[in-house]
C-alpha cells in the first residue's frame, strides 16, 4: 500500500469518526428546533420540518433556565479558581519544597485514586453538615478545591522548574510564597489552563454532588435542573433537547476555544513529567 493511499485511509476513518462523535450533538440542536412532538414520530426526522425556537423561550420564561445557568456558571467558576489556587501550591510543595514525609504523603494522595469518589459521598456529606454547609454554594465548592489529579498534575510539570530560578529568587530576599506567585506560576501557566478546563468541565456536568448537598431549587445548577425538567416533561422530547443544548453549548464553547493550550499543557506535562 503506498503511503498517499495509506494518508487518505487514515483521513477518511478520522473523518467518518469525528461524523459520527458530531452526529449526535448535531440531531440533539435539529430536535430541538423541531414542533413539539415531531423528535418522537419512527423514524425521526434529521431535520425540522418547521424550525421554531418556541422551546428555548418556554425554557427562559416558564422553567427559568436563566436562573439555572447563571448558578452553574456561578458554581463552575468558584470551583476553578479556588481548584486552579489549591492544587497548584499543593503541586509546587510536592515538586519543590523538601519536608519530612514528603514522598510518602504523595504516594498516600495518589493511592486515593483507586477509591470511587460515591464510597466518599456519605462521609463527605457527613462533614459539609457539620460544617453547616449544606444546601449552600460553599458546599459545593469547598469539597471540589483540591483534587488528587490536580495535585499529580501540576507536581509533575513543576519538577522541570529550573532550581535555579527558584534560587535566584530566594537569595534576592523573596519568601516562599512570593517564589511561589512571582516565578513558578507564570512557568506553570500551560498546565493550568489544562486543569482549568478540566475542572470547569467537570464542575459545569456535575450532576450527583450537587443533587445531594443542594436542597433548594433556586441554588440548582442546570444538570440538577435539567433532570427535574425530564420528570415533568417525559414526553416533551423537543423541550428537553432545547435544555440539553443549553447545558451543553458553553462548555463546548469554552472548550474550542481553550483546546490548543488544553492539549500543550497535555503535552509538555506527559514529556516534561
Known amino acids: 500500500m503506498s503511503r498517499g493511499l495509506a494518508k487518505t485511509l487514515l483521513y477518511a476513518v478520522l473523518l467518518v469518526g469525528a461524523a459520527l462523535t ?22 425521526p426526522p434529521l431535520l425540522p420540518s418547521a424550525p421554531t425556537l418556541e422551546h428555548y423561550r418556554a425554557l427562559f420564561a416558564r422553567a427559568d433556565m436563566g436562573r439555572y445557568l447563571f448558578n452553574s456558571a456561578l458554581v463552575a467558576a468558584a470551583v476553578t479558581t479556588a481548584s486552579l489556587f489549591v492544587n497548584s501550591l499543593a503541586g ?18 495518589l493511592a486515593g485514586l483507586v477509591i470511587p469518589a460515591q464510597v466518599a459521598m456519605l462521609p463527605l456529606f457527613l462533614e459539609m453538615r457539620a460544617l453547616g454547609l449544606v444546601n449552600s454554594y460553599a458546599g459545593v465548592v469547598v469539597p471540589a478545591a483540591a483534587s488528587i489529579f490536580g495535585i499529580f498534575l501540576v507536581r509533575q ?30 512557568v506553570l501557566r500551560p ?17 450527583m454532588w450537587p443533587l445531594i448537598v443542594l436542597t433548594d431549587d433556586d441554588l440548582y445548577t ?49 514529556v516534561k513529567g
Request: hydrophobic content about 55%.
Open 191 to 207: 498546565v493550568l489552563v489544562t486543569l482549568a478546563l478540566f475542572t470547569f468541565m467537570g464542575s459545569w456536568n456535575d450532576f
Open 92 to 109: 509546587y510543595a510536592f515538586a519543590k519544597l523538601r519536608f519530612r514525609g514528603r514522598e510518602r504523603l504523595f504516594q498516600a494522595l
Open 157 to 186: 510539570f513543576a519538577r522541570s522548574i529550573p532550581e535555579s530560578l527558584l534560587e535566584a529568587a530566594r537569595i534576592d530576599g523573596a519568601t516562599e510564597f512570593a517564589v511561589y506567585w512571582r516565578v513558578a506560576l507564570p
Open 22 to 43: 458530531a452526529f449526535p450533538l448535531l440531531w440533539m440542536v435539529s430536535a430541538s428546533l423541531m414542533p413539539t412532538g415531531e423528535a418522537g414520530t419512527f423514524p
Open 222 to 270: 442546570l444538570p440538577v435542573a435539567l433532570a427535574t425538567l425530564a420528570r415533568e416533561r417525559v414526553q416533551d422530547n423537543e423541550f428537553m433537547m432545547a435544555g440539553a443544548v443549553v447545558t451543553t453549548l458553553p462548555v463546548l464553547l469554552v472548550f474550542l476555544v481553550l483546546q490548543r493550550q488544553y492539549i500543550r499543557g497535555i503535552m509538555l506535562g506527559s
